[in-house]
């Protein structure tokens, strides 16, 4: 059998780079090709680097004369500030996909595509369901930024899968990823020394270690599993059990005037946070992993508390006190106060 | 330093010589130094009880409440996929619930045998009082029953609001969907549901005790899908404890809410009227609706669910009249 012939977009980024090194470590994969704007961000030993745009119809030209058989589509960006702004962003987002199914129909020798999609297309509202299953759509779908992005790109996805009935979709909602190594607005934010929140609110949230959307990708690479899948560590802390796990200080703000804070923040160049994460730092938003589990056959090996632990050891986040301390605290106290009541009452006794 | 030295060659457990071998209240290893013993001054065995005396009620309790507040401040507490804390539901939210619960309205319990000790059910009850208390009531009766929390279902306006959507998913409840009313019996949870919704909690005092028209029946749905038994609950107290008078229906548009109700007490008396009258309360469990003799399939017939949703309002309905009857007054 021939070996598989992989091609990547968004090489540069955590995702694509981490998934074509992986690639290249197994021997039953065959030529690899990275595509991007961006030279890969890791180290890569046989992987080919394309310099191409997605956006420009030539990409028909690259996926023919590299002839592979498997497309990984990763380059959808989140964060409008790494594209910069949001109109690239969009274009990237929306146009890129546009144009890269449209060389993928006319592509003869594919057989599979994979897609890096979110759990975002569900959008963040307190009138859903609290737990989204893939085939529940959410009541209303976003309608800004990278989640409408997403959901447009999902569209192309399987429009895509209709007219080529014959190559296998696979299309990953990823949930928030965390991580030492990975670079997103939720780590930075929990990075933050005063970390500002919803006034009222705590959102459920939900998380998927790095190590383990790696793995993920690399299985729906490898293996065959056409489908829709949301990809997250099992269970959910809430944002303020969070904080209070990396030991950060919340401020709370009022609503109205979150948009105000983050837009300082970006200004700063703190955190990117655009208007449909600001919701979801009012609502949340929690995936059923029940189909990863058993269709896809892989349990994250971090749930979502433990991804949220990893993460803030060993990247080593500045706390304002630490768990060893608190129970420190809760000993001094008891003896304090204990002995405190015990003297009374030995007094008493004397009395 | 020495004392650590003479545990090691008796035990020959190197790791642990320096801290106490007991466990703190929430099962982790206690993090104290050890004395002689091998424990810390909290964590004596029983038979130093002679030198040092037993810890008394105030040190339990000191114990408890100092953990507690560790974990809270640490986030080392689990919290399900719908968000149910249990550690702040069980520690703060049913104990502040409690007073109102035994003194105030001074809730008797019938026909809890009805309740099961494990596996799903679905508590359908009436609704009544302007504000959710009897929900709230409901919710703590079957913990101090049964133990078990019961995952109520509610409209999705308290999920809106700050602090009351958070306290709301907190103690473990949801929006009234399908999707997590059937989610949360196929996990064999008990889950509290009021059919009547907003037209039975805020409707007019002299309406009091007339069951309103029970939604659609998508409770029935769910129930005959997950084979959950169906247990009818009748509330009789909450209907006297905010007698709404007028409805303000233009004020209830302009703020969005449902109702704005108008009781011999509020506005009048600003916060004062919020005070709930003290009637007297007794919540009855009937006897379960099975729905596992049914196939599946039977959800899909309305007029079988509409003729089982009836049979479940007449229960309820009928066991509200009874208890009327037997009761001497409003108050007592």
Known sequence: MAKQRVLITGISRFLGGHLAQRLEEDPEVGEIFGVDLEPPSVELARTEYVRADIRNPLIVKVLQATEVDTVVHAAVIATPGRAGGRAQMKEINVIGTMQLFAACQKAEKLRKVVMKSTTAVYGSDPTDPSIFPEDVGPSSHPRTGYAKDAWEVENYARSFGRRRPDVDLTILRFANFIGPRIDTPLTRYFSLPLVPTAFGFDPRIQLLHEEDANEILYRATREDHPGTFNASGDGVVYLSQALRMAGKIAIPVATPFMNLIAGAMRQAGLVDFSPEQLQFLQWGRVGDVNRLKTQFGYTPKFNTAEALRDFITRSKLAKVFSEEQAEQWEHDLYDFLARLSRSRSTDAARV | ?332
């Open chain 2, 1 to 332: 330093m020495a004392e650590a030295e003479i545990i090691r060659i008796e035990s020959g457990r190197r790791a642990e010589t320096q801290l106490c071998r007991g466990r703190t209240a929430d099962g982790r290893p206690c993090r104290n130094r050890a004395t002689a013993s091998g424990y810390c001054r909290r964590h004596q065995p029983s038979e130093q009880a002679s030198t040092s005396p037993a810890p008394s009620r105030f040190e339990a309790d000191l114990e408890r409440t100092l953990a507690f507040l560790r974990r809270r401040v640490t986030g080392g507490y689990h919290v399900d996929d719908f968000g149910f804390d249990a550690d702040l539901t069980e520690n703060i939210l049913l104990p502040i619930l409690r007073p109102l619960f035994d003194r105030w309205w001074r809730v008797e319990q019938r026909g809890l045998e009805n309740v099961p000790a494990n596996g799903p059910a679905l508590l359908v009850s009436n609704h009544s009082g302007t504000l959710p208390w009897d929900a709230l009531m409901m919710k703590l009766a079957v913990y101090e029953g049964t133990g078990r929390h019961c995952r109520l279902l509610a409209a999705d306006l308290p999920f809106r609001m700050p602090i009351v959507g958070e306290i709301t998913r907190k103690s473990g409840n949801t929006l009234a969907c399908a999707e997590d009313t059937t989610r949360l019996l196929d996990s064999g949870e008990i889950v509290g549901v009021f059919p009547e919704g907003y037209k039975g909690i805020g409707k007019p005092f002299r309406e009091r005790y007339k069951l309103q028209r029970f939604g659609r029946g998508g409770f029935v749905e769910v129930a005959l899908r997950t084979g959950a038994p169906m247990i009818p609950v009748s509330i009789v107290g909450a209907e006297e404890i905010y007698p709404m008078i007028y409805n303000v229906k233009s004020l209830a548009r302009l703020l969005g809410f449902p109702y704005f109700p108008v009781t011999p007490t509020f506005p009048a008396l600003g916060l004062l009227g919020a005070v709930p009258l003290p009637s007297k309360w007794i919540i009855e469990y009937g006897e379960p609706i099975e729905t596992k003799a049914f196939t599946p399939d039977a959800a899909l017939d309305p007029m079988f669910v509409f003729n089982l949703t009836d049979q479940v309002r007449e229960a309820i309905q009928q066991t509200l009249y009874k208890n009327l009857m037997s009761r001497r007054s409003v108050f007592f």
